[in-house]
Structure formats: C-alpha cells, structure tokens
C-alpha cells in the first residue's frame, strides 16, 4: 500500500511541475481556433491549433529561433503540399513528390533541418489525411503561422519562471564540483589513489550537467526576453549566467587536479597537509555561492570566502614536492581564479586578488 501511495505521490509530482506546460498548450489551442475562425474567418483551421501545441512543446526545451524554424517549417510544407496534392491527387509517387519538392523548398529558403524535416511531415499529413479542398492551400498555410504566433504569444503572456530550472541545474552542477573538491580532499587526507581516481572517473560524466545548465539557462533568457512579466529577472540570470563558463572551466580543473592527485599518491609524493583543508574551504565558498545566486544577492560573500581560502596558496607555504604535486598546485589556484569569475570578477581581477605564487626574494640567488 505504501509503495502505491508513493508511486501515485511521484506522479503527483511530476503533473505539478509539468501543470504550466499544459495550460499554456491547452489556452493556445483553444485560442488559435478561436483567432483562425473568428478574426481570419476560417470554417475548419485545424493546422492553426496543431501548431499551436507543437511551438509551445518545441520552445519548452529549445531556443526560440526553433520555434521560429518549426512555424516556418509546416507553413511552407503545408503550402506546397496542399497546392501540389489538389494539382496532382494523392498516392505514392504524389506523396513522395510532394514530400521532396517540400524539403526542397525549404532548403531553398536557407532553412536549417528543424525547416526541412517539419515541410516533409506536413506535407505528408496534407497528402494522407487532409486532403484540400478548392483553395485550401493559402488557408492551411495561414492557418499554421496563425497556431505559432499564437503558441508564441501565450508563452510570452503565461511564462513559466525561467529561474526555476536555473536553480535546479545550477544545483546539480555545484554539487558535482563541490562534491569533487571534497572527495580530492579525503582522498589526500586518506592518502588513496584509488579513491583519487574514483572522483576522477566521476568528474568525467559532469559534462552532461554543464551542457543541461547552459540549456536552462539560455531557455530562460529567452523566456525573459519575450515575457514582460518576467523582465525583471534578467539581472538574476544574467548572475548566472556569469557563472556558467567559468563553472565548467573549474569543474576541467577539478579533473586535472584529481588526476594529478591520484598520481602523486601512487607514487608516493609528498603532498603539503594543509591541501584537503584549502580544498574543502573551495567547496563551503562554491555552495554559498550557490546559496547567493538563489536568493538573488550579490556573491559577495563568496567572493570573500574563496579569496580567504587562496590566502595559502603559495609556494612556500603548500610547499611539495614532485611533478604532480606542483601540478595540483597550479590547479588550486586555477580552480580559484575560475571561482572568483562566477563571483562577477574578470579574470584579471581574479588574478590580481590571489597572493604572488612566490614571495618576494624567493627566487633571488
């Protein structure tokens, strides 16, 4: 019983966070009826609500030139496929006729592949189950462009959050990073290669959630440029989005960093012990910086916690010795200066608010 309650719980779950989608598609396609029949004085604009649904699906995910793309893309299948198929009739060779001079068509007009692919199944629904009627052609063409603009238009007046998804991938993204620093750490602490490398093998799956962050992120700049109730959230995301290059350019470091780690381990180097606790500090500055971007704050504490933590990362005072023992210092620091951007900072003041590497007369002979 308690399993059924959970199951019917997660499904719960999932129709809330999708409940916005829904009506956003079900409004348009009652209103692109509505628009096709009332204000264009079409009898059956079938195409209008169908395109409709399908925009709003396409822009939920993907960029807003897509959606674009697609209204195009079944405005000239339907065009041609409508206009040839009363010229022609309807039958194999009509179909595959119909379905290739459509492609083509779009080709022609510069379109990428979200065009072509979107002209060849309109064209086919027009030559298998929509035959036209006299005149048709125009009609269904606008029909379609009436379903996207308007798709588009509900998308702008009802808009979904565009932080909320930020904030979820965000969070699995510093989590990978924050949970990689920790792991270097004990595994230095523990002095265990194997577990060195077990953080690595994982850090080389983070790509996926670097790539989906960026997606949310530019998702929701679109959703912010189009949606006048949402246009004071862009300083929000543009904090973000500050954040996401350099969060991958740390999370590249973090790899090296645990490989080198691994390696000075194997071979047993001697690696400074104060290493695990500047790693950890990293990764406490990483999540209140998370914590920052998510109430909408200016990462200035952050900031400050990462500087503090860099504070030791000199030459004399982490000392080492060995190959990847010096690598793994050079990545701290890198790791810091990648930090201090997603703060806001440039990388030149990144660099510039560290310590010198080495002390003044370090190197004097």
Known sequence: MGAVRDEV???????????????????AAGLSWLVA??????????FAPIAAVVCLGVSLGQRLRRVVELVVGVSV????????????????WQIAL???????????????????LQSGSSAVLVATLLPPSAGGG??????????????????????????????????????????????????????????????LARLRGSQEAVDDFKTALQTGGEIATIAPIRWRRRDELGRYRATAAP???????????????????RYEEQVPEILPDVLRQYASALDLLRTELARGEEPVRAR??????????????????????????????????????????????????LPPLTRKGDNDI
Do not use: C
């Open 9 to 27: 719980t997660r499904r719960l779950k999932r129709w809330q966070s999708t409940a916005l989608p829904i009506g956003q598609a079900a409004l």
């Open 37 to 46: 029949t009332a204000v264009v004085g079409h009898a059956h604009p079938f």
């Open 77 to 92: 299948g339907v065009g041609v496929g409508d206009v040839l198929i009363s010229l022609i009739g309807s039958g194999p």
């Open 98 to 116: 119909v379905v290739a001079l459509a492609m083509s068509t779009a080709v022609l007009l510069d379109g990428g592949a979200v065009i072509a």
């Open 138 to 199: 125009l009609d269904r063409m606008v029909d379609a462009l009436v379903g996207g603009l308007v798709g588009l238009a509900v998308a702008a007046l009802l808009p979904a959050n565009p932080l909320t998804v930020a904030h979820r991938q965000a969070k699995v993204v510093f989590g990978e990073l924050t949970a990689a620093l920790r792991g270097v750490a004990k595994a230095v602490e523990e002095e265990d290669a194997v577990q060195a490398a077990g953080v």
């Open 247 to 265: 969060i991958d350019y740390a999370l590249r470091n973090t790899r090296v960093l645990a490989r080198r780690a691994s390696a000075a381990l």
């Open 304 to 353: 400050a916690a990462i500087r503090d933590a860099a504070r030791v990362t000199t030459a004399h005072q982490l000392g080492g010795e060995g190959f990847s023992t010096n690598v793994m210092l050079a990545q701290i620091r890198s790791v810091a200066v990648d930090v201090l951007q997603a703060t806001g900072l440039t990388r030149a003041e990144a660099a510039e608010s």
